[in-house]
């Protein structure tokens, strides 16, 4: 599980992010990244699977589920360096039959990215 000081929560930072963000795309992952910070402070992410993708919330989860992994281990291996406040990743249709070694070099490419 994802720490908590690493959690975007609010629906207003959400729609911050959205509105003043940068966009980057890659293998079915797209990236939002909100304003650059000032402070020192991890940046905050949330990770977004819309139900346009598929209407069951298990398959929904489960994307959202292995993108948080994958996001978690590059925090645990020291591997994101980002100098953005919050960044959301949303996912698409593309990744409903993908497995984690795929969505993991997609959000290891996007975090690269920028």
């Not at 209407?55 to 645990?76: D, F, H, Q, T």
């Not at 996912?91 to 039959?97: G, N, Y």
Request: hydrophobic share 40%.
């Amino acid at each position: 599980m994802l720490p908590k000081e690493y959690r975007l929560k609010k629906r207003s930072a959400f729609a911050a992010t959205y509105r003043t963000g940068q966009v980057f795309h890659k293998d079915g992952i797209t990236l939002f990244a909100g304003k650059r910070k000032e402070n020192d402070l991890p940046a905050k992410v949330g990770f977004v699977v819309s139900k346009k993708i598929h209407k069951r919330a298990v398959k929904r989860n489960r994307i959202k589920r292995l993108m948080r992994e994958s996001y978690r281990l590059l925090i645990k291996n020291g591997y994101t360096k980002t100098e953005y406040m919050s960044l959301i990743f949303v996912a698409s249709a593309k990744l409903l039959d993908k497995d984690f070694k795929y969505i993991n070099n997609s959000i290891k490419k996007l975090v690269d990215k920028i």
